[in-house]
C-alpha cells in the first residue's frame, strides 16, 4: 500500500478490477491478518509499467458497533 488510514487506502495493482468494490486484507498487520475489508473505488491513476493506483474507501455497514 502506499497509503492507509482509517477511511480508505491506495495501492498499485496490476490492472484496475472489474468492478467498483475489491476486497483487501492486510496480512502485515497482525490483528488484521485474518480478515478481508470490502473497499469502494474512488478513483484510479495509470502507474508506469502498465500497472493502476487505485484509491479505495473502506465500506462499512450496520451500525458502527
Sequence with gaps: ?????TTG???VFPAEPAT???FVSFP?????????VL???VRTRPE???EVL???RYVHTGDGK
Excluded: I, M, Q, T
Excluded at 500500500?1 to 488510514?5: I, N, W
Excluded at 502485515?28 to 478481508?36: G, K, L, N, Q, T
Design 1 to 5: 500500500c502506499r497509503d492507509v488510514s
Design 48 to 50: 508506469p509499467g502498465g
Design 9 to 11: 487506502f491506495a495501492a
Design 54 to 56: 487505485l484509491a479505495c
Design 28 to 36: 502485515e498487520v497482525p490483528d488484521a491478518a485474518p480478515f478481508a
Design 39 to 41: 473497499a469502494k473505488l
Design 20 to 22: 467498483g468494490h475489491v
